[in-house]
T-cell receptor, first 111, second 115 residues
Framework: GESVGLHLPTLSVQEGDNSIINCAYSNSASDYFIWYKQESGKGPQFIIDIRSNMDKRQGQRVTVLLNKTVKHLSLQIAATQPGDSAVYFC??????????FGSGTRLLVRP | GAVVSQHPSWVICKSGTSVKIECRSLDFQATTMFWYRQFPKQSLMLMATSNEGSKATYEQGVEKDKFLINHASLTLSTLTVTSAHPEDSSFYICSTLRAGADTQYFGPGTRLTVL
């Protein structure tokens, strides 16, 4: 079935370093992917999205890379800050226009 | 991004009672809203898709008679958990989808605890 999964459940980084969060997806037909940030006790917050006709998209301090060949998605956060500590989810639109969420990666930023 | 509110932000109820959760789209009319459930340390799972003026579409395994969804206006959808039991304790989150757009914007969530 369709699924979106993550390689690392927890990522610990030093403040100021770059963070890379990875995600694998299984549906090769997916054409729209989104990264969300969820802080404790809050709803998911949109970070950045990318369509399948692109392999890279940049935002403010964040970059999403899409490798359709190996069905892999990554989120790069530059100069990680304490406020970046949260759980990050990748999500994809399935063919029925529903969001399928990955299992999530917790990012811990060490001061 | 869109602004979505939920009320209440948390609720504690006794087993067997019903609880209503409201989801409001504050800055645009949302023809489609989604309801998700999230258990601790787990991902979001879609429960149902709520369409204004029509019946909600439930995901497999979600009891439509237990989780009643009403989307009576373009800015308000409600989820009622009927005859709640402790296993219904969870974080319930709604999202809105602007017509013609792909991005979902999420509400702050409602923490339900059933004693």
């Amino acid at each position: 079935g369709e699924s979106v999964g993550l390689h690392l459940p927890t990522l610990s980084v030093q403040e100021g370093d770059n963070s890379i969060i990875n995600c694998a997806y299984s549906n090769s037909a997916s054409d729209y992917f989104i990264w969300y940030k969820q802080e404790s006790g809050k709803g998911p917050q949109f970070i950045i999205d990318i369509r399948s006709n692109m392999d890279k998209r940049q935002g403010q301090r964040v970059t999403v890379l899409l490798n359709k060949t190996v069905k892999h998605l990554s989120l790069q956060i530059a100069a990680t800050q304490p406020g970046d500590s949260a759980v990050y989810f990748c999500a994809e639109w399935d063919s029925s226009y529903k969001l399928i969420f990955g299992s999530g990666t917790r990012l811990l930023v060490r001061p | 991004g869109a602004v979505v509110s939920q009320h209440p932000s948390w609720v504690i109820c006794k087993s067997g009672t019903s609880v209503k959760i409201e989801c409001r789209s504050l800055d645009f009319q949302a023809t489609t809203m989604f309801w998700y459930r999230q258990f601790p340390k787990q991902s979001l799972m879609l429960m149902a898709t709520s369409n204004e003026g029509s019946k909600a579409t439930y995901e497999q395994g979600v009891e439509k008679d237990k989780f009643l969804i009403n989307h009576a206006s373009l800015t308000l959808s409600t989820l009622t958990v009927t005859s709640a039991h402790p296993e219904d304790s969870s974080f319930y989150i709604c999202s809105t989808l602007r017509a013609g757009a792909d991005t979902q914007y999420f509400g702050p969530g409602t923490r339900l605890t059933v004693l």
